[in-house]
């Protein structure tokens, strides 16, 4: 079983910068960020492979947001620019444990952080 440690997450003023962290105990494949905004469901953001050469971005967030990883330090990053009050959501990072070739559905994803709150003030 991986555990996954999300961290960066706060309060930020509109237009700001914010970068998420997600640490993984073990080998994961595809790893990716979801979030879920107060009365909505939980939407995909980003997305990246194992190797870190492949990258999906929500349209929501592109040219904003940007995901990698450090897979010496079995870590995926967020980092979020021109942040919105529309980005204030509860972040999660998801990651897979075998191969699937999917990034946006959820159910794809074995393991789950535990969630990280981002508030973009206006």
């Known amino acids: 079983q991986v555990q996954l440690v999300e961290s960066g997450g706060g309060l930020v003023q509109a237009g700001g910068s914010l970068r998420l962290s997600c640490a993984a105990s073990g080998r994961t494949f595809i790893m990716a960020w979801f979030r879920q905004a107060p009365g909505k469901e939980r939407e995909f953001v980003a997305g990246?492979?194992?190797?870190?050469?492949?990258?999906y971005t929500a349209d929501s967030v592109k040219g904003r947001f940007t995901i990698s990883r450090d897979n010496a330090k079995n870590t995926v990053y967020l980092q979020m620019n021109g942040l919105k009050p529309e980005d204030t959501a509860v972040y999660y990072c998801?990651?897979?444990?075998?191969?699937?070739?999917?990034?946006?559905?959820?159910?794809?994803?074995?393991?789950w952080g535990q969630g990280t709150q981002v508030t973009v003030s206006s």
């Open positions: 990246v492979n194992r190797s870190g050469t492949n990258t």
């Open positions: 998801a990651a897979q444990s075998r191969f699937s070739g999917t990034y946006y559905a959820e159910v794809v994803y074995d393991y």
